[in-house]
């Protein structure tokens, strides 16, 4: 017996909206449902996660998710919580970021079990550019009136706004393309389920009320709450911008690193959304949790569930590596295995001066290096003082005022690490 998906995603929090009947309805049998996903960017970021984990536990419940990637309606532009029109991007680009989020996905979903509930990506653009123009209006326009549309509460926070220019023909009409959607994926895939998130509810109601009147057929609806941060923030943002899920946009070590920095009670509310554990074994976290919050528990088990799933087990033992370098006793042969982006995000912000290799090669004196090349202490007596006090390393490694600095030395071919006491870091960087 498959299990209770609305009563899964009830005690994980993770319900806004749902359906009269939806219960039911996936209770009798292996069903179909599907989420929507905008193929604007080659990857997906950590906003995405939340509807990536409704398809997740769907299809851990038994079911089969479709994930739906937008080619047709990423042409448009989708109004809900949108203040201004998005860009539209061409075939080709669409095409490859659709490969971009399937990879991703891939991490959280199973597309090739041969299991009768197995994902399947599908892209709405290979079925809306057969349509012309009259042939959309003449076969679906006429089943919603605009009246319909228009209480629709994404079309009225846009018409309504004070600085909004308005909204488009265009934008107006994408609840009817998304609505087709579930309409096309009830009747070819025999989905009866949408999920998203709760900006998402009039889009899907459409979709509801087209397969009523276009298919005289039962269609439901699913939403969850969209998520915040406790301090009003928004979630999935960091000071460099969006969290990716790619490692190239995202190193491993940042991605870490946001989940490690969530507050107490954001931990104790995403550890229920975003990871796979047991109620059990998140209900004894949250107990550990409150006997000695400075141990942060939460925000440690939360970050590594998470790195794991979106990266890979060997990615988060890097990160834990790399995060001891800073907290931790590690040797220099721990710095020598970070690449370079781990490197550089580990000492962001730490003190940096170039020097050039011809220096290294003929060997850097430590008082250039604290010093007179690069200025990281005030004068040359100052470095000659912190030397004899032994308060000096080089890669983690105590130094005296006679060690010079050479191409051994170097980390990635192009840093060195210096360190002043327990706190005080300073990079090298040879060009």
């Known amino acids: ?28 049998e292996m069903r179909s449902g599907y989420v929507g996903f905008d193929p604007t960017a080659d990857s997906l970021h950590i906003g995405n996660l939340v509807p990536i984990m409704l398809l997740a536990f769907f299809q851990r ?37 659709q490969e971009c989020v399937k990879r991703q996905l891939s991490q959280f979903l199973d597309f090739s079990s041969r299991l009768d509930n197995e994902a399947v990506m599908v892209n709405n653009y290979d079925w809306m550019k057969n349509f012309s123009f009259l042939g959309f209006i003449r ?18 926070s846009r018409l309504s706004g004070e600085s909004s220019e308005g909204m488009s023909f265009t934008e107006f009409t994408y609840q009817l393309v998304q609505g087709y959607d579930f309409m096309h994926l009830y009747k070819e895939k025999q ?29 439901y609806a699913l ?3 969209l998520i915040t941060k406790s301090d009003g923030s928004k979630f999935g943002k960091s000071e460099g911008g969006n969290v990716w899920l790619d ?63 979106v990266h890979s087990e060997e990615e988060y033992e890097k990160v834990i590596k790399a995060s001891e370098i800073l907290f931790g006793k590690s040797t ?47 004068s040359n007596g100052a470095a000659r003082r912190e030397l004899k006090q032994n308060a000096i390393s080089v890669n983690k490694e105590k130094v005296k005022e006679d060690y010079t600095i050479t191409k051994e ?11 002043r006491g327990k706190k005080n870091y300073y990079v090298l960087v040879v060009k």
Not at 142 to 150: E, L, Q, R, S
Not at 344 to 350: A, C, I, P
Request: overall charge negative; some cysteine; glycine content about 8%.
């Open 332 to 378: 220099s042969e721990d710095l020598k295995e970070l690449d370079e982006k781990t490197f550089l995000d580990v000492f962001e912000g730490v003190p940096q001066a170039e020097v050039e290799m011809a220096d290294i090669e003929a060997g850097l004196d430590m008082i250039g290096a604290l010093a007179a090349k690069t200025g990281f202490l005030d």
């Open 139 to 156: 076969d679906v326009g006429k089943h919603i009136t605009v009246n319909y549309m228009m209480a629709k509460d994404s079309v009225k």
């Open 247 to 309: 490692p190239e946009k995202t190193s491993p070590y940042k991605f870490y690193q946001y989940w490690l920095n969530t507050s107490d009670e954001d931990a104790a509310k995403y550890i229920k959304i975003f990871t796979f554990l047991e109620k059990e074994t998140i209900d004894s976290l949250i107990a550990e949790h409150a006997e000695a919050p400075h141990l942060r528990v939460l925000q440690k088990r939360l970050a590594k569930e998470v790195t794991i799933t």
């Open 409 to 419: 030395d170097l980390i990635n071919n192009k840093f060195v690490l210096l360190q």
């Open 1 to 28: 017996m498959a299990k209770n998906f609305v009563e899964e995603l009830t005690w994980r929090g993770m319900i806004h909206d749902v359906m009269p009947g939806a219960e039911e309805h996936l209770l009798e």
């Open 223 to 225: 939403t969850c709450p």
């Open 191 to 219: 989905c009866t389920l949408q999920m998203g998130g709760s900006d998402q509810w009039g889009n899907i109601t459409t979709g509801t009320e087209l397969i009523r009147r276009m298919e005289n057929g039962k269609g």
């Open 61 to 97: 419940s038994g079911h089969k998710p479709y994930a739906l990637v937008g080619g047709a309606t990423g042409m448009i532009g989708d109004p809900s919580g949108k203040s201004n029109e998005r860009n539209l991007l061409d075939e080709a680009t669409l095409q490859y970021n």
